[in-house]
């Protein structure tokens, strides 16, 4: 169990709702955040973290 990936996953998921709020749903940087706080997500999932 990493926890880099969990920090990453935190942190992607926090910067996706920042720019959520700031640009909406639409916006291609919220949609890449999003990506990539789920991506960050299932590879902390994968390495053992619930």
């Known amino acids: 169990m990493s926890l880099s990936l969990i920090h990453a996953a935190r ?7 920042r720019a959520l709020t ?3 749903l639409a ?12 991506t960050a997500a299932a590879q902390a999932w994968e390495a053992g973290h619930r």
């Open 22 to 24: 700031a640009y909406g």
């Open 27 to 38: 916006h291609p940087v919220t949609r890449l955040l999003l990506a990539a706080a789920s």
């Open 11 to 17: 942190t992607a998921q926090h910067l996706a709702v």
